[in-house]
Structure formats: structure tokens, C-alpha cells
């Protein structure tokens, strides 16, 4: 195997390369897979396989609700009304800036929390190939050079807990 920390692709597109060319330099061996010492190494120096969540603050989510091409046309419309003193157009053009953000936070809140849903509701799996035996791992522990089998489904499987997490796995008997 190939020290974990030297991984190099030898500037080569890995996606035409040679399957021989892209094991050895992935480090992988199609047989046994990596070792558990070499995933521990490359999950240490490349990270998890997960996407970084940044949750915004709503005084963040607020203030930007506020920044816009619309959102500026309003707030001109209003200070010029405010300036020229009529204030009643002031008072209306302000209530539909605020209607505009309130809308826009709604709607923001609800996209939120129905991507929070859908993720909780797939336990991204992925059957990997290491130490010579196909295991079951959380997809966030993959790292370049890991081999897995993946099985093509027409349609996702339901389980007694709901929806299944549809993995496309190619099945060779």
C-alpha cells in the first residue's frame, strides 16, 4: 500500500484514467480494500465525506432578508417618501418591506426545515470493502482509495421505518 499522506494522482483525470492507474494511486488494493490504519490516516487527513451545515443565526437570516435588489427599491421608495413628508405612503411602502421580509423568512424557515427532515430521514450507509470483507459504514466515514459496492434499484425500498436510502449498487452474481 501506499503511505496514506503521499497520495498522488500523478496529475491524471481519474474519472478516464485506467482502473489499474487509478488504484495504485489511490493506494487501493481491489482484493482487500484499505486497512483500518490507512482509512483512520486518511479520514484524519482528508476529513469526513459530509458536507459542512453552517446554521445562520436569525439575526443573520433578518439582517440579509433586508438586502436585495427589491428589498433596496423598497427601502428607497421609502426614505424618498420620507423625505418629500408623505407619510402615509411612508407608513405603507414600510409595511410592505415588512410583509416582503416576513415572507421571505417563512419561506426560508420552511425550505430549512424540510431539508433538516429529508436528512434525518436518510442514514446515508455504504458498503465498503476494508480489511479483505465488505462492511456496512456511515457513508461520512468514506475516503478516497475505499472500494464499495453499490446495488441499482428501480425503485427505493420501504422498511418498517419508512424510506430507505436508495443506493445504486451494481450486483455481479
Same mark, same amino acid.
Given at each position: ?15 478516464? &484514467? ?31 465525506? =459530509? ?26 421608495? =421609502?426614505?424618498?417618501? =420620507? ?11 414600510? @409595511?410592505?418591506?415588512?410583509? /416582503? ?21 436518510? &442514514?446515508?450507509?455504504? /458498503?465498503? @470493502?476494508? /480489511?479483505?470483507?465488505?462492511? %456496512?459504514?456511515?457513508? =461520512? %466515514? ?18 418498517? /421505518? ?12
Amino acid at each position: 500500500m501506499v503511505d496514506s499522506l503521499s497520495i498522488k494522482t500523478s496529475g491524471v483525470d481519474l474519472e478516464k &484514467a485506467p482502473l489499474d492507474q487509478v488504484m495504485q494511486d489511490l493506494g487501493a488494493d481491489a482484493k482487500t480494500g484499505l486497512s483500518a490504519s490507512e482509512t483512520q490516516a486518511r479520514l484524519q487527513k482528508y476529513g469526513a465525506n =459530509a458536507l459542512e451545515e453552517k446554521e445562520e443565526s436569525f439575526t443573520h437570516k433578518l439582517v440579509h432578508a433586508f438586502m436585495g435588489p427589491i428589498e433596496y427599491m423598497i427601502e428607497a421608495a =421609502a426614505i424618498i417618501s =420620507a423625505i418629500i413628508g408623505h407619510w402615509d405612503d411612508f407608513i405603507i411602502i414600510m @409595511l410592505l418591506l415588512i410583509f /416582503n421580509v416576513t415572507i421571505d423568512l417563512w419561506q426560508s424557515q420552511k425550505a430549512s426545515s424540510a431539508l433538516v427532515a429529508l436528512k434525518k430521514g436518510i &442514514a446515508p450507509q455504504a /458498503n465498503a @470493502l476494508r /480489511n479483505g470483507k465488505y462492511q %456496512t459504514i456511515d457513508a =461520512a %466515514t468514506l475516503v478516497p482509495g475505499d472500494i464499495i459496492k453499490i446495488r441499482l434499484r428501480l425503485t427505493p425500498g420501504y422498511t418498517k /421505518n419508512g424510506l430507505e436510502a436508495c443506493f445504486f449498487q451494481p450486483v455481479f452474481d
